[in-house]
Each structure stands twice: as C-alpha cells, then as structure tokens.
C-alpha cells in the first residue's frame, strides 16, 4: 500500500517550472516576472507577488515541515505602496509592510512601525501545528511581542517560548527562558522557571538558591544550586539528553 500512496503524493505536487527575463532565468515552483526581475520559490509551500520595481518570494522554513504535522499553511503577501512583504499575519503601516516568518507568528502596529515575533522552532517541535498564540504588549512607545509580557519603567519585555517567565525588579521587566534542547528533550512537561528578587535585581531559573545577599539558578530543570561553601551559590546542570529527532532538528536551525 505504501508504493500507490507515495505514487499518489508525488503526483499530487506541482510541477516545478522556469522563466526568463532578458538574460536571466530562474526556476523553482511559483515563478513571477515583472519584466525585469524573475524569481522562484523553493518549495510547493512558498509563494511570490510583484510590482513594478521588485519581485519577492518567500518560502516557509524548510524544518517547519518535518514538525507541523500536516501541510504547511500557506503564506500570503500584501503590498503598501512600493513595499512587499510575504510571510503570516502580514500588517501595513506608513508604506512599509512586514509580515512573520511562521504560520503561529504575530505582526502588530504600534507607534507608526510594525512589529513581529515568531515562536522559536523548539516550540514548534513540540507543539507542532498546535503552538500557543503569543501576544504583544505595547507601552511608553515600546512593543514586545512573545509570552509572558510585562511593562514598566519605559521598558516591555517578553518569553520567547510558552515555558519562559518574567518578572520585575525595581518596575524593570526581565525574562528568562530554557534552552531550546531542554524544551526538546522535556516537551509540553518543561517545568516554569521560578524567579527570586534580591536587592533590586531580579535572578530567574530553577533551583533557585539564596545565599546571605547572593542569589543564583540552574539553568535547567535538573540542575542543583549548593549553598554549603561561602559566598554565591554555586549551580550544576547536567548535560541535557533525550528529545524527538525532528524536534532536535528544528531547534539546531536557529
């Protein structure tokens, strides 16, 4: 049964094609000319759009595939006066126009400019095509984007990942997030950090220790911090193992 059905995917791609413009000819799979400039997507997924001065594809990234779990959505493009932009959740502002690079990536406006943020490839290698929606939060003319946002003294600042935490300090938001091969090899099961305040500052992780003034984590969810010696404590992460091959795959793109 696997030969037919293989026949039948194969079958079911779009030819791959070419086009020439003057003495330049590009090939790939969606192909648009303006007259003077030709160009192609590399993938079945991609997709281009054109005007008068320029011609943009784009292409979703390769590792998105192996981790989505289906077809890969479509992107689009949109145009603001001279300006193209192709990607997700594409936004217009003032003649400029920027799009995400992933289907789950956001675009804002704010304060006249555009702002986007896409989940890191972790996240999708776990997640897949069901990744948690980030957000954006804008304040005193500063955006961010991701998970988690908070703001305060002038400043917004963002998880890049659903497992990340932040926290103030004197009004001051910071962030922390696991790293991506921790976030493969634990999956939906990674722990939250935890954050712990200390003489105006802000020291976020796991394990946390609190020695006299001193303060410090592990920067995963197995280390240990030893507060037996003096001063600082002192944190150890053991190596980190285990995860998907596609989810490991993705995460070494970024």
């Given amino acids: 049964m696997l030969l037919p059905l293989l026949t039948v995917m194969l079958l079911a791609q779009p030819a791959q094609k070419c086009v020439t413009v003057g003495s330049t000819r590009a090939c790939g799979f969606e192909c648009v000319e303006n007259g003077a400039l030709a160009r192609c997507t590399q993938s079945a997924s991609g997709v281009c759009a054109k005007n008068a001065s320029q011609v943009v594809c784009f292409d979703p990234p390769i590792w998105l595939a192996g981790v989505w779990g289906g077809s890969v ?16 959740d594409c936004k217009k502002e003032g003649g400029r126009v920027a799009c995400a690079g992933t289907p789950m990536g956001v675009c804002t406006r704010q304060y006249g400019s555009i702002v986007c943020f896409d989940p890191p490839s972790e996240v999708y290698g776990v997640f897949g095509s069901s990744v948690p929606a980030p957000s954006c939060k804008a304040q005193d003319g500063k ?29 001051s938001p910071s962030c922390f997030d696991p790293d991506r091969f ?16 200390q003489s105006g500052s802000v020291f976020c992780g796991y394990a946390c220790a609190r020695a006299g003034d001193e303060v410090n984590c592990a920067r995963t969810p197995d280390g240990t911090c030893d507060t037996g010696g003096p001063g600082k404590p002192v944190c150890f992460d053991p190596p980190v193992r285990g995860g998907s091959s596609a989810c490991l795959e993705a995460a070494a793109q970024r």
């Avoid at 479509?74 to 192709?86: F, H, N, V």
């Avoid at 984007?145 to 926290?167: D, E, H, I, R, S």
């Fill in 182 to 197: 921790v976030i493969c090899a634990k999956g939906r099961s990674t722990p939250k950090a935890s954050c712990v305040q």
């Fill in 73 to 88: 959505p479509k992107p689009t493009c949109e145009s603001e006066g001279a300006a193209i932009a192709c990607g997700y």
């Fill in 143 to 171: 955006v961010g984007c991701g998970y988690g946002c908070l703001a305060g003294n002038g400043q917004v600042a963002c998880a890049k990942t659903p497992f990340g935490v932040c926290a103030e300090a004197g009004g």
